[in-house]
């Protein structure tokens, strides 16, 4: 390994490298936030929805979470061009990492709606308070610091399948480097930087969950 | 004169910096039933687990039938036994816990059945029988198939009980063995105990009950702050302490 | 809209999806069986008092759990022979997974170590059991019984990860899927069957999981 050569070809690499950086965290990013507000919505449909709305947000959320994330985001570019809906792979694999995010996050707020004991909804009504009272004071607060530490796992996870897009052609940090490789034949040298790269996000987030848990424990 | 089974000589125990027992000398006549009594904390527990190597001490001996238990000292150096010997050692006496402890993924007769296979090296249908002997002895032969999880309580402190008598020990550990049942479930265990008492078997027990250990024991040992307070005769120490801990401890616990 | 469903195509390629079902299950069941054996022996050192075990072990967990797996597998393949290391596709593959897997693996046996009470270990003790033979006939058996249903949803995100490798052209369902698409233009069709078919898998292999759960549960 020539270490001397890499770091040339790094620094030379520099810009393309830092643009494929910002791809994948805009990635990220964004997947996360469609990803939750629509998983929101699934968790309060799987959580107090009519049966039927139930059952259908129940076949979603099975049906994503039983394909890998790599078919998602494989059929959502190939489908949405031959329906006629024309997106770019970027907007295509946002949208198939956010349904992605979508079920897991609807799973979470569901679990962690789940876990509150009945009681506090019967105490919440037995001092008054309407449902959308009793959600905003009672429920949702408890459920938040429930799901917390878990959410911030899922951007975790969201960080890692932003990999997938290099696959539908997305210039993100994983396709800049084999760019790079394709150019350099420096394979071990820019696959382990990037792995590198991937490992600092996704350990700094990790850290900062143990930090949200610490922090949203409620006194005791 | 009857042969020495046990023989403790100045026992010392720390955690860190606590030192929980603090230099314990006791000896015990084969076919003695010893209880240990004291509040939490004065290390009789302690000293218990020291006796089968459950802990670890730092200082003194003790010897089981002659055998230095858990250390030996080569060239000038007190060192651990190693593991196979230990364990070997371990199997001279025989422990029944304040959880039971049993086993929970076997059935009774399987629980029985285990140590005599694998430390004892019997064959499947020999412990077989043998755990029907010693279940059938604590009156749950007709249980022996049934998981932990199906017994009360009671029923699971006997057959923990005949797990650790099947393994034919010299000296049998009682650690608190009636503390985490329900009152009513009480007598049962303590009726096979008393049982075993009668047999002859050399017991150790750790207790609470003070009525009970009053009944049973040949001696009594009153354990306080890491050390042997008092020791004696059962009639004599329960009607006459000769020390005021001992008079305050018996005053507080349900003796009378 | 110009597109009306037609299976038929689809149909015709179906031996070759089914082909590509078998092999990825194929690549899951001996990642995971590899896998398990990693992550039985981290889990041990997880929870050891020896730091010169836990500390290579919770190194090992952390990286592996941070990086991206397509990084994994494209750096086995493509940069390792630059190191000497030259596997084939599926070897290769196999192999990233199965040290892929043993991190996560690890995690849940260690949970499961943690939940078999130390009261266990010393009534082993007790009647003279080696801590070998404790391991063996006691704590595995326990610790495998408390640790199913989270080994369970391990196993089925770990056989979804197998269509990562279509990123290296290993035959598998997805490859094969994209591969139809490609040469068919039935790209709904494509994709809805190769779901189905992961979906359908990941409900069978839980329900078969869920049978040896109930199989093994400890009657009370």
């Known amino acids: ?220 | 004169m009857t042969q020495t089974l046990l023989e403790i000589r100045d026992l010392h125990k720390r955690y860190g910096a606590v030192e929980v027992l603090k230099g314990v000398d006791c000896t015990m006549a084969q076919g003695e039933v010893i209880s240990i009594i004291g509040s939490s904390g004065s290390g009789k527990t302690t000293m218990l687990r020291c006796i089968n190597m459950l802990e670890e001490f730092q200082g003194g001996s003790i010897r089981i039938d002659g055998q230095e238990i858990g250390y030996e000292t080569v060239g000038g150096v007190r060192r651990r036994k190693k593991e196979k010997e230990i364990a070997r050692q371990r199997a001279m006496t025989g422990m029944a816990f304040q959880q039971f402890n049993l086993f929970p993924h076997m059935t009774a007769a399987r629980n029985v059945m285990l140590g005599l296979i694998k430390v004892r090296g019997m064959g499947r249908d020999e412990a077989r029988s043998v755990a029907e002997k010693w279940l059938d002895r604590v009156g749950l032969l007709s249980r022996m198939d049934h998981y932990p999880g199906q017994l009360s309580g009671g029923q699971q402190q006997r057959v923990a009980i005949a797990r650790a008598i099947a393994m034919n020990p010299k000296l049998m550990l009682f650690d608190e063995v009636t503390s985490a049942l329900d009152p009513e479930l009480v007598n049962e265990v303590l009726q096979v105990i008393k049982g075993l008492a009668e047999d002859g078997m050399s017991m150790l027990l750790v207790t609470h009950e003070m009525r009970f250990a009053y009944e049973v024991s040949t001696r009594v040992i009153f354990m306080n702050q890491g050390r042997i307070g008092e020791e004696g005769n059962p009639r004599e120490m329960f009607v006459k302490p000769q020390t005021k801990r001992l008079a305050e401890f018996l005053k507080s616990s349900s003796f009378n | 809209m110009g597109y009306s469903l037609n299976f038929a195509a689809v149909w015709r390629s179906f031996d070759l999806l089914l082909e590509g079902l078998a092999l990825s299950l194929g690549l899951a069941f001996a990642a995971i069986l590899v896998g398990c054996v990693i992550g039985l022996a981290t889990a041990f050192g997880l929870v050891s008092k020896n730091i010169a075990f836990r500390k290579p072990a919770g190194l090992y967990v952390t990286v592996i759990r941070n990086t991206p797996i397509l990084v994994l597998v494209l750096f086995s393949y493509f940069a390792l022979p630059q190191l000497g290391v030259r596997l084939g596709k599926i070897e290769s593959f196999v192999l990233t997974l199965a040290i892929y897997s043993g991190a996560y693996l690890a995690e849940v046996f260690r949970g499961g170590l943690l939940s078999v009470p130390p009261g266990q270990r010393e009534a082993g003790l007790a009647i003279g059991l080696t801590e070998m033979q404790i391991r063996t006939s006691i704590i595995l058996p326990l610790m495998l019984r408390n640790v199913l249903p989270s080994l369970s949803s391990t196993m089925i995100s770990l056989f979804k990860d197998t269509s990562l490798a279509a990123a290296i052209a290993v035959p598998e369902l997805t490859f094969e899927a994209r591969k139809i698409n490609v040469e068919t233009f039935r790209v709904i069709e494509t994709w809805i069957v190769a779901s189905c078919l992961y979906v359908a898998t990941c409900s069978v292999l839980a329900a078969l999981l869920r049978a040896v759960e109930r199989r093994l549960a400890v009657p009370r």
């Open chain 1, 1 to 220: 390994m020539d270490f001397p050569a890499f770091l040339d070809q790094l620094w030379l690499a520099r810009i393309p490298l830092l643009k494929g950086l910002g791809v994948s965290i805009s990635i990220s990013f964004l997947s996360i936030v469609v990803g939750t507000v629509l998983g929101v919505f699934v968790g309060l449909a799987l959580t107090y929805g009519y049966r039927p709305v139930q059952w259908i947000v129940r076949g979603y959320t099975d049906f994503i979470r039983g394909t890998p994330v790599l078919v998602l985001v494989l059929a959502s570019y190939y489908v949405l061009s031959t329906v006629g809906i024309d997106l770019g792979p970027f907007q295509a694999g946002i949208l198939a990492l956010s349904i992605f995010c979508s079920s897991h996050v609807g799973e979470l707020v569901r679990g962690a709606l789940q876990a509150i004991p009945k009681g506090q909804t019967e105490a919440a009504k037995a001092i008054g308070l309407t449902f959308p009272q009793t959600f905003a004071y009672v429920l949702g607060p408890q459920a938040l610091r429930q799901a917390l530490p878990a959410w911030v796992n899922t951007a975790a996870e969201m960080v890692k399948a932003s990999t997938l897009l290099s696959i539908i052609g997305v210039a993100e940090l994983l396709l800049r480097t084999q760019e790079l490789i394709s150019r350099t034949f420096m394979s071990l040298e820019f696959y382990f930087f990037a792995g590198f790269l991937y490992f600092v996000i996704n350990y700094s987030i990790e850290r900062f969950g143990r930090y949200v848990e610490r922090k949203t424990a409620v006194p005791s």
